[in-house]
Nanobody
Framework: QVQLVESGGGLVQAGGSLNLTCAAS????????VGWFRQPPGQEREFVAA????????YYADSVKGRFTISRDNAKNTAYLQMNSLKPEDTAIYYC????????????????WGQGTQVTVSS
């Protein structure tokens, strides 16, 4: 079992940066892929980025490619999402999750989720 806690969200102006952290407890974290998803107000949860268990493979939604960077430190049981050049449309609750099976792009493939952290980007 894995428990996930996100942090690092907040209010930032357009063009600014935030670094989200996903702290995990549980011994299986280092052997699974981790994804970041977000849910804008009134919208469905959507894929943002994911990283393989070793960190060698990364995946990004087209909307964040070139602006966001996902990384992980398995020694610290932590994953990160560095967000640069933020836009008002990035405003959402951001969640991290661990992947159990299936496509890395779909939220149904993930079993454990954090409680989320709010990111608000003002124009």
């Amino acid at each position: 079992q894995v428990q996930l806690v996100e942090s690092g969200g907040g209010l930032v102006q357009a063009g600014g940066s935030l670094n989200l952290t996903c702290a995990a407890s549980g011994r299986t974290f280092s052997s699974v892929a981790v994804g970041w998803f977000r849910q804008p107000p009134g919208q469905e949860r959507e894929f943002v980025a994911a990283i393989g268990w070793s960190g060698a493979s990364t995946y990004y939604a087209d909307s964040v490619k070139g602006r966001f960077t996902i990384s992980r430190d398995n020694a610290k049981n932590t994953a990160y999402l560095q967000m640069n050049s933020l836009k008002p449309e990035d405003t959402a609750i951001y969640y991290c999750a661990t992947r159990s099976a299936g496509s890395i792009w779909f939220h149904d493939s993930y079993d454990y989720w954090g409680q989320g952290t709010q990111v608000t980007v003002s124009s």
